[in-house]
Nanobody, 122 residues
Framework: QVQLVESGGGLVQPGGSLTLSCAASGFAFSLYSMTWYRQSPGKERELVAGIRGRSAGGITNYANSVKGRFTISRDNVKNMVYLQMNDLRPEDTAVYYC?????????????WGQGTQVTVSS
């Protein structure tokens, strides 16, 4: 059974940091691209960051709005993917979803986690 479980969300002040984690199980994790998407009320779900699987060298990509502030990484032994978020801004407030697949296109996400809320507010 394919499962993705996010954790690490919460309330943080502007300029603060959070690290999101996603525990994966039930599929060949190291071979899959893994992604973080986010969705805020009234907006479409958007790609935040992606990381290719081992065969593609773990190449990463980021939304322009988070470049230089967020870092995606993965541990292929622990079947985990992480999103380190620094210098958080109110506009980063959203529900963050871990995805299996979808490196370039949300239509290619094969499995979603349940989401974790990130709120950036003073």
């Amino acid at each position: 059974q394919v499962q993705l479980v996010e954790s690490g969300g919460g309330l943080v002040q502007p300029g603060g940091s959070l690290t999101l984690s996603c525990a994966a199980s039930g599929f060949a994790f190291s071979l899959y691209s893994m992604t973080w998407y986010r969705q805020s009320p009234g907006k479409e779900r958007e790609l935040v960051a992606g990381i290719r699987g081992r065969s593609a060298g773990g190449i990463t990509n980021y939304a322009n709005s988070v470049k230089g502030r967020f870092t995606i990484s993965r541990d292929n032994v622990k079947n985990m993917v992480y999103l380190q978020m620094n210098d958080l801004r109110p506009e980063d407030t959203a529900v963050y979803y871990c995805g299996a697949g979808g490196f370039m296109n949300i239509a290619n996400v094969e499995k979603w986690g349940q989401g974790t809320q990130v709120t950036v507010s003073s």
